[in-house]
């Protein structure tokens, strides 16, 4: 089945700086790329889309300039967390499809900022 | 405002017989829905789609039903294994499953040897 790579798969760091995560088709190329949050016991909530060449669609109450993607290429996305704080620790999730392929999720990013 | 619920959030099953997993919905504008399973520390992986203008879909121990007048879905897993533990989440879209996915809140099924 098709793989998507996510990293770092875990990152604890201090509250004000700045974390990059990775999220990478590995054999396919996603024509569309998706960030999620899980917080714990609840659902996958999405935060924005992003499609390759194009600014990604952010969804309401998600702060663009906070939670800035980058979709490089068909097979990069990436997620970075600015100036994080303690609120920002969460689960984040990526995801990649391509055409009307079903979704297929990265294992996941568990950020703790102290 | 959920829009996709799963109203049971555990549900425990002796090994090689039935689990059932409920999804109801209120969107009526949703026509393609999946049944994505996860394990501990990793992310979601793909079990079974169905679109609205199909009832029922198989792939092997997992059936999906849809009762669209009900607004609901059903993950039928026969026979149920121990490898089957996992948390189950129902995910909605509309325009045939290009448009975003909206999950519920998942059910951990948890199958009893």
């Known amino acids: 089945g098709a793989v998507v790579s996510q990293h770092p798969s875990w990152v604890i760091c201090k509250s004000g700086t700045s974390v990059k995560i990775e999220c990478r088709s590995l054999?396919?190329?996603?024509?569309?790329m998706f960030w999620y949050r899980q917080f714990p016991k609840q659902s996958l909530m999405l935060m924005a889309t992003?499609?390759?060449?194009?600014?990604?669609?952010?969804e309401q109450g998600v702060e663009k300039d906070k939670f800035l993607i980058n979709h490089a290429s068909l097979t990069l996305s990436t997620l970075t967390v600015t100036s994080a704080h303690p609120e920002d620790s969460s689960f984040y999730i990526c995801s990649a499809k391509r055409g009307n392929q079903p979704q297929h999720f990265g294992d996941g990013t568990r950020l703790s900022i102290l | 405002d959920q829009q996709v619920k799963q109203n049971s959030p555990s549900l425990s099953v002796q090994e090689g017989r039935i689990s059932i997993l409920n999804c109801d919905y209120t969107?009526?504008?949703?026509?393609?829905f999946l049944w994505y399973k996860k394990y501990p520390a990793e992310g979601p992986t793909f079990l079974i789609s169905?679109?609205?203008?199909?009832d029922k879909n198989e792939d092997g121990r997992f059936t999906v039903f849809l009762n669209k007048s009900a607004k609901h879905l059903s993950l039928h897993i026969v026979p149920s294994q121990p490898g089957d533990s996992a948390v189950y989440f129902c995910?909605?879209?509309?325009?045939?499953?290009?448009?975003?996915?909206?999950f519920g809140t998942g059910t951990r099924l948890k199958v009893l040897a």
């Open positions: 992003s499609n390759e060449g194009s600014k990604a669609t952010y």
């Open positions: 169905i679109s609205s203008i199909k």
């Open positions: 969107n009526s504008m949703f026509d393609y």
């Open positions: 054999d396919f190329q996603a024509t569309t």
């Open positions: 995910a909605a879209s509309k325009e045939l499953g290009t448009y975003k996915y909206i």
